[in-house]
């Protein structure tokens, strides 16, 4: 599969994940609104979450994928997969036991997620059940990581991309049957966290096995291979996941804030996530196979090349989106989120940090493009210093901002940070030699953030000439105005694009028709 497919086909699958997530959030908002019931469910599903993405989707794949791809080149399948299934027995040893232990302590573990809650016993109390129900997913989500570092690494991209849907739908069903069988909302939702794992294992597993490969069940051994895994899963939960550290802090500092932050924050990063998700992710997780495989060639041009369309793509669909979320968020909460119990104020409130957290998300995804070049060399030591530095940062920010900007200042102090993580990676890239961009990114990048400001533009001109429809009272009338807003918008950026230089159509198309490095010629 070709990197620019590879980008598409987990893309692809993500925008189908998140608009899942989306109508998820939408039922949500009308079902538990903002207050203390949707701040304890929240609570209760970051913490999960947060090692989620720390350790088994961040630490493990970017220690995990380029160790099996040169198992698997150097080696071949069958020691490749006794690889593979050596880390799943100790990935088990070590998660069965942290998982109960952290239900048992978990009255403890909300004082440290969510201190300010405890100025609320019954709110504590909720999220403290809530969170048992919920910390199971760990456990299920860190076999879905495993596995899906075995297909990335064979380049099977898709099942992996796809898994996140079933959490989304497992979690809808809740919504959905839970009042019609007299359950709780809140704890239904809960409870669907944990069985949304159990669907994920189920699929991943089935992938798995259609793709060839059977992970058995094996007595855990401290091999050297071991080792060297565990050696780059720490430095590489801190060096990936310096974004969900900070979000894990911004809890923590919302909880101090009135009832509601919470979730104000946790609306406006689950649309700050969208393109983080679809373009982020799913460029990090193509290129890191991708560079693994030329950095243990020592083939430097094409880890130059790749680097530079990873940086192009990032920049021709984050400016635009960044620029968007910021300029037309108000629009876009109102109409996703604003019914029931989540009103106009609850809208206003989540669209200025919303439009916050906007102002990294250029810098977020280009971290992920950097941090491969890291990772693919096998160097997670690095991003871990610079993270510790980042989230320094952005926990003085975010407290030096809370008492005038409430919330919106903890969203603002991430976004900041965000430019202060991608500095300094770029600053150690090219310190060591690695930074080489070629002359194409660097003469399209400024007509790249052209059109995008002309975008942003045409966004604030439509936003008032819609005003009447998208207030609507008719929630169609509404999602057909926003439609054609951001429709509009996409299709001005890419006109602009075209005609500004800043990508040519027919480049596009010929990235995407090359499946071997060897077809791709240097750009100039």
């Known amino acids: 599969m070709s990197f620019a497919r590879a980008i598409a086909t987990v893309g692809g699958l993500t925008l189908l994940s998140r608009l899942a997530g989306f109508a998820r959030d939408i039922l949500t908002a009308a079902v538990l609104g903002a207050g203390p019931v949707a701040d304890a469910f929240f609570v209760a599903l970051k913490l999960p979450n947060f090692f989620r993405r720390l350790f088994a989707e961040g630490a493990f794949g970017v220690a995990f994928v380029p160790l099996f791809a040169a198992e698997l080149q150097r080696n071949g399948r069958a020691t490749a997969v006794a690889f593979a299934e050596q880390a799943l027995a100790i990935l088990l040893a070590a998660l069965l036991p942290f998982t109960a232990l952290a239900i048992a302590a978990m009255p403890w573990l909300m004082h440290v997620l969510a201190p300010g809650f405890a100025d ?39 099942p992996f991309a796809a898994a996140p849907i079933a959490f ?43 793709a060839g490969v059977t992970l058995r069940l094996v007595r855990p051994r401290l091999t050297e291979g071991m080792r060297r895994l565990f050696r780059l899963v720490g430095p590489g939960a801190i060096g990936a996941g310096v974004m969900q550290i900070n979000l894990f802090l911004n809890v923590v500092m919302a909880s101090l804030l009135p009832s509601g932050a919470v979730s104000f924050l946790y609306y406006a990063d689950r ?33 130059r090349h790749y680097l530079s369309r990873a940086v192009e793509f990032s920049l021709l669909l984050a400016l635009p989106s960044a620029i968007a979320l910021g300029v037309a968020g108000e629009p876009i909460v109102a ?24 102002i990294g998300i250029p810098a977020h995804v280009l971290v992920k493009s950097l941090n491969a070049a890291f990772f693919a060399r096998q160097d997670t030591s690095t991003p871990v210093r ?3 530095i980042v989230t320094v940062a952005n926990v003085a920010i975010g407290l030096a901002l809370m008492p005038a900007l409430e919330h919106v200042g903890i969203a603002l102090a991430t976004g900041l940070t965000a430019w202060l993580n991608l500095g300094l990676l770029a600053a150690a890239l090219h310190r060591r030699g690695f930074l080489h961009l070629d002359d194409r990114i660097r003469r399209r990048a400024p007509r790249i953030l052209a059109a995008a400001l002309g975008m942003g533009a045409g966004l604030l001109l439509g936003a008032a000439l819609l005003a009447p429809w998208l207030e609507a009272p008719a929630t169609l009338v509404r999602f057909g105005a926003l439609t054609l807003l951001v429709g509009g918008g996409v299709a001005l950026f890419a006109g602009l694009a075209q005609l500004l230089g800043g990508t040519d159509l027919a480049d596009v198309k010929a990235f995407l028709r090359r499946d071997t490095p060897e077809s791709v010629p240097p750009a100039t």
Request: glycine content about 8%; some cysteine.
């Open 335 to 358: 109409v996703l989120f604003q019914r029931g119990a989540f009103g106009p104020a609850e809208a206003q409130a989540t669209a200025w940090a919303l439009a916050a957290y906007a």
């Open 271 to 303: 649309l700050n996530q969208m393109p983080l998700g679809i373009i982020g992710i799913a460029i990090g997780t193509a290129l890191l196979p991708v560079l693994a495989r030329h950095a243990a060639a020592s083939d430097e041009p094409m880890i």
């Open 386 to 388: 610079v993270a510790v």
């Open 120 to 158: 609320e016993p019954a709110k504590f109390d909720l999220a403290v059940a809530m969170a048992r129900l919920t910390f199971p997913y760990l456990a299920l989500i860190s076999l879905v990581a495993l596995l899906g570092g075995v297909l990335n690494a064979l380049d099977r991209f898709g």
């Open 168 to 210: 989304n739908l497992t979690l809808i069903a809740a919504l959905l049957i839970a009042p019609r069988l007299g359950l709780d909302s809140g704890y239904a939702m809960a409870a669907a966290v944990t069985l949304s794992g159990v669907v994920q294992v189920a699929w991943m597993a089935w992938a798995c096995r259609s």
